[in-house]
């Protein structure tokens, strides 16, 4: 099951794949940065700990959520 944070971000992106006009708005854009953030940070939080697999797949959904957010 996932996580309760999961299902917002997974409904943001449904949302931002569906209209990507929506990342010009600078609310959404703010948005994405912060969940940009929470991946860095987990993946920081992984790596710190010693859980080198989640620490790369964060990392790597970090970078593209940035990519695909800051690109458009």
């Known amino acids: 099951m996932a996580a309760p944070l999961s299902r917002p971000h997974a409904l943001l992106n449904y949302a931002w794949s569906q209209n990507p006009a929506l990342l010009h708005d600078p609310v959404h854009k ?14 920081w939080w992984y790596s710190k700990n010693g859980v080198t697999g989640p620490k790369v797949a964060v990392g790597v959904m970090g970078a593209l959520q940035a990519y695909a957010a800051f690109a458009a």
């Open 30 to 43: 703010a948005i994405a940065g912060a969940m940009v953030a929470i991946m860095w940070v987990s993946g």
